[in-house]
């Protein structure tokens, strides 16, 4: 088959990648000038925002199927425009995704359909939130609006960390903040994938940012099968059926940033696609056929084959170093970079454990960080081993 990836960050490549390995017949282009080390893809050098020249590139290359995973395609109408032309993509169109986009209309649907979130306020005014902080009881997370204009979100403790927060959100040419009480625990991100009438889920994963590295894990320890399933009847499907009600289905993988308080899980944010690390930590235990699940999703026939995604009986284990962190020379970079995001090196390990996946992990990058950085990373457990 003819693929497109529209993207081009980590996990567009690795996308790409793995759809060569699942078959190696397919080909895949990338919206990419970056040229693939293991030619698995071919790049096009087309921006993936530039809809219109995409639209093209599908048309006189016969392309069958597209695959957006680019947040500025999606909301630049990649599937408005495909669906006008008939071309088929995996991606939801930009009125139904706009709930990942903007903090506000997410809180705004949360809050109506009763969907658990920590209390919040939306504001327009710098002066309204500042009043709004003074009567609050710290710490609280003070955001932006829109998650592609910044991604500025921090915790505050005190109202002048606070004050100097909002001004600055405000400074950079936002026309809103979301202000809200702040759980004193680390997030776990959910993923399910639909085509608008039916969901299934895909992956959690647990991660901890650290000065200097970040670790995750998946499947996400703290999710068990009952959460999941309460999650995907009393979050995803309300949501899937109010987002119907004044646009198209949303199609596309729906990420969710929870936390998990007092036995109950809160939803702070939602996501379309993968976030950061969490598409490479899924990875190792998806054991499905990934060009045949999106290509269903895409149709409107994700449940007609299946009820559930296959997955293997493991646990892998990320780490994400700062790349001035990293001992190493330019010989050593492929010898050992598995995914490069940006300034960071990205190691996943895979096993039947958490404990050895863990370990393994800490033994292949201990020659490569500084001591005091791999003695961080050894004693920041994500997670314990769960109890059987």
Avoid: W
């Avoid at 809809?51 to 599908?58: E, L, N, R, S, T």
Wanted: net charge negative.
């Amino acid at each position: 088959m003819k693929v497109l990836i529209a993207g081009s960050d980590i996990n567009a490549k690795l996308l790409a990648s793995y759809l060569k390995i699942e078959d190696k017949e397919n080909d895949i282009y990338v919206t990419t000038d970056e040229v693939s080390v293991d030619s698995s893809y071919i790049p096009i050098n087309i921006k993936e925002n530039d809809i219109p020249a995409i639209c093209d590139f599908v048309k006189y290359n016969q392309i069958e199927f597209t695959i957006a995973t680019s947040p500025m395609a999606i909301i630049n109408g990649i599937a408005d425009e495909f669906k006008k032309e008939g071309f088929l993509v995996f991606a939801p169109i930009s009125e139904a995704a706009r709930i990942t986009f903007f903090n506000s209309i997410a809180k705004k649907v949360m809050y109506k359909l009763k969907i658990p979130t920590p209390r919040f306020g939306i504001f327009d005014r710098e002066n309204l939130a500042l009043d709004y902080v003074r009567n609050i009881k710290f710490p609280i997370s003070v955001g932006c609006d829109f998650s592609l204009l910044s991604n500025f979100n921090y915790t505050f403790h005190n109202f002048s960390k606070a004050k100097d927060g909002i001004q600055r959100i405000f400074e950079d040419g936002n026309n809103k903040v979301v202000i809200e009480n702040y759980l004193d625990t680390e997030p776990v991100y959910m993923y399910f994938i639909t085509d608008g009438y039916n969901a299934l889920p895909l992956s959690s994963v647990e991660r901890s940012e650290q000065e200097g590295f970040t670790l995750a894990l998946s499947p996400a320890s703290k999710i068990s099968e009952e959460m999941t399933i309460n999650v995907l009847q009393k979050v995803i499907y309300p949501l899937l059926d109010d987002i119907s009600k004044y646009t198209d289905m949303y199609t596309g993988i729906l990420g969710l940033k929870c936390k998990i308080y007092k036995n109950s899980i809160y939803v702070l944010e939602f996501y379309n696609g993968f976030k950061d690390i969490d598409f490479q930590t899924f990875l190792p235990n998806f054991n499905d056929k990934m060009l045949k699940i999106l290509y269903e999703t895409a149709i409107g026939a994700l449940n007609d084959s299946r009820d559930f995604i296959k997955t293997t009986d493991g646990y892998s284990y990320t780490v994400a170093i700062d790349k001035n962190k990293i001992k190493m020379t330019e010989d050593d970079e492929e010898d050992f970079v598995y995914s490069e995001d940006g300034e960071k090196y990205i190691i996943t390990s895979f096993a039947s454990t958490i404990n050895k996946a863990k370990m393994e992990l800490q033994e292949y990058i201990q020659p490569l960080v500084e001591e005091d950085t791999y003695k961080k990373i050894i004693e920041k457990s994500l997670c314990k081993e769960p109890k059987i």
